[in-house]
């Protein structure tokens, strides 16, 4: 039994992601040693790669619940920046307390994720163009809240832990995600609507309801991710998480969450997370010129899916028998 | 009949936008506008700010109405900021002014808008090959030297140093060549280990100067041509003020704090009053038909003040009385 165990954990994408990540920090380990002598994986990098990560992470948590339904949420950067305003103007402008504040900013997350649901569940709208009206939407109403950065004071202890805890906020989301995906029989309709939304249909699942209650989670995430970047470099902006929606959705493309749904894990977007910012630490402790950066980041990305891919379809064991 | 209110519309839309002329109180009425590279970079704010308070006091004091068009993209994205600057030609509006996001697409813009008579000038950032009738802001060469000079004083002339710009605009290109020129005309040892662009992404600059300080030891200090990483709390969290300095342009509130904790050893604080005061004035020049003073190329330039640690208090204090609290 343990083998067959061991032979299926191989054979997840999760395993594949995990094992480039792991690869990642070894050679840059290995860099750090050969350039600065001292290690990489002994110092504060591997806390700080683990912080930076958490917020593209906490709003993947969402977006792979979308896109595990077929779906995709483009707005995602823009709702991060909605909760960072949202939260500085009812926190400081009003004066709202720590807790109402946090609620009423993730209320506003989750409501702007809802319509988008609605939009896409009811309306029948393609999930690009619903999200993407929002995209534009989110920062439009983030401007009309304030045109200026606006400082938040970490002075309630609610603040202060989201500020300086956001892997652990990570870490609780993806673990609620990944237990109501895994264990509930809701979960199990995520997955049956973005493998076949038909036959989900034909079996009697609510598939609108469903999709109108992922998009509304996928809000909730973002918004946290929104509030948790805020409160970590004290201030709320409409620029804020601007093009990270395009990171968000390559989290999860790296942590194997297939983008014709049905297929994929939150623990995979969470690997994916992280495994993405530690390829620009990489890329800069192998002395990569800042210029060709951008284009190896972007390389490297559809080469680590590619290879995913390939391992997946099991390619490489048919090369292997071939060989021989 | 459609035809004859359609004539009538086009006749309507286009005497009404014929500036400057009287309002409805009889007084001459002005309509300038001021576009920033993006609505949503915060630095532009005090220049809005400055617009709006000297249109009110040049307005009080010549009997006129001034109006304050504030338009921009929401993102850096100069095709976007060429057709708003179109767009405002073709309303007819008293003067415009433009911080160029990118030199050579608004050149086409500003000439379209010039050839319409409108007066156009620049501010911040300029296009000085188009036909702008003056440009006011920071002189960026400068701005990379009195950095460079600054850092290399703090090394004592020899050391390896870090470049953060934010993007290709004109004036951050401008300002990293007046780095380089520095350390080459005067300190022969410094050098420039390499320019990293963080695309104007606070998030991406905080993370790239930990993660090249953490892979590279060489590096004595960084220079920020812009204040990315300093905007908020814990930018400079791995920067170690013994071993490695820093400095930085920009001085708004947000930066302050770097200077107290020793963290950043010196603000460069640009004219921004000057970005929103001077367009207003000069675009007024230039609409009543008056000369405007300015030196080689139709510039005028900006102060430059360098805070440190021992001048906080009275930049705050002069900050203060202009912008307030």
Known sequence: MAPRMGLRFWKTREFGTASVLVAMLVACDIAARTRTGSSYLLSDSVLRLFQESSFIGIAAVGACAVILSGGVDLSSGSVMGLASVTLAVISTRLGWPAVPAVAGTLAAGTLVGLVNGLLVGYGKLPP??????????????????????????????????????????????????????????????????????????????RVAAIKSGLYAGAGFCSALAGISLALRYGSGYVDLGRGYELQIIAACAIGGVSFSGGEGSVLGALLGAITLQQLQTLLIFLGVEADRIEIAYGSAIILAVGLDMLRHKNVFSGWLRRAR | M?????????????????????????????????????LTNEVFNYGKTAAEATAKDLAAKENCDIEILWQAPTAADPAKQASILQNLADQKVSGISVSVEEANTLKGAIDYAVEKGIPVMTFDSDSAQSKRKAFFGTNDLECGEKLAHFMAQLLGGKGKVMVQSGSEAPNLQDRVKGVRDCFAQHFPGMSVIDVVKCNDDQKKAVEQIAQYSQSNKEIQGWILVGGWAVFGDHGLDTIDPA???????????????????????????????????????????????????????????????????????????????????
């Open chain 1, 128 to 205: 690009f163009i619903a999200t993407l009206g929002f995209y534009s939407i989110a920062r439009g109403l983030s401007f009309m809240l304030s045109d200026r950065r606006l400082s938040i004071p970490r002075e309630s202890a609610l603040f202060d832990v989201l500020g300086r805890y956001s892997f652990w906020t990570m870490i609780v989301v993806g673990a609620a995600a990944a237990v109501v995906l895994a264990r509930f029989s809701w979960g199990r309709y995520v997955y049956a609507v973005g493998g076949n939304e038909e036959a989900a249909r034909y079996s009697g699942l």
């Open chain 2, 2 to 38: 459609m035809r004859f209110v359609g004539a009538l519309v086009l006749v309507v839309l286009a005497t009404t936008g014929c500036d400057p002329g009287p309002s409805a109180s009889g007084k001459k009425k002005y309509r300038f506008a001021l576009i920033p590279k993006t």
């Open chain 2, 243 to 325: 071993k490695v300095k820093v400095v930085s342009c920009d001085a708004v509130p947000q930066t302050w704090q770097y200077l107290q904790s020793g963290k950043c050893q010196m603000l460069l604080g640009q004219d921004l009053w000057g970005w929103g005061a001077q367009s207003v004035r000069i675009l007024k020049d230039l609409a009543d038909g008056k000369p405007v003073t300015t030196g080689p190329g139709g510039r005028v330039n900006g102060a430059l003040e360098e805070v440190t640690k021992d001048t906080l208090d009275a930049f705050k204090k002069q900050w203060a009385e202009r912008f307030g609290k």
